[in-house]
């Protein structure tokens, strides 16, 4: 299972750290991400993670979020900064053993419960 939280109403320029739970995978060994979807839109993947901690970022947040983990604790973290309305959307992670999986959401069968992540102008 796959759950996200920390999501909320925040203004343009303010911070929010997401956080998600994993459970029933080992997870340590995943590569992880973390998607987003806005509505009327598909769903992007805004940053990964591999398994020894190399991170990638869509050139739309680049400099503005930071995606972190703890294998210990089986979290999953994206750290928020300097908001803009457009970053509005629900978020989810997931992930597997490819990391090559992660630009694809589609090959994803199973979203657990995402975060609405608002933020007005």
């Known amino acids: 299972q796959l759950q996200a939280s920390g999501g909320g109403l925040v203004q343009a320029g303010e911070s929010l750290r997401l956080s998600c739970a994993a459970s029933g995978i080992i997870f340590s060994i995943n590569a992880m991400g973390w998607y987003r979807q806005a509505p009327g839109k598909e769903r992007e993947l805004v940053a990964g993670?591999?398994?020894?901690?190399?991170?990638n970022y869509a050139d739309s947040v680049k400099g503005r979020v930071t995606i972190s983990r703890d294998n210990d604790k089986n979290m999953l973290y994206l750290q928020m900064n300097n908001l803009k309305p457009e970053d509005t959307a629900v978020y989810f992670c997931?992930?597997?053993?490819?990391?090559?999986?992660?630009?694809?959401?589609?090959?994803?069968?199973?979203w657990g419960q995402g975060t609405q992540v608002t933020v007005s102008s």
């Open positions: 993670i591999t398994s020894g901690g190399r991170t």
């Open positions: 997931n992930g597997g053993l490819l990391e090559a999986d992660l630009s694809i959401p589609s090959r994803y069968g199973y």
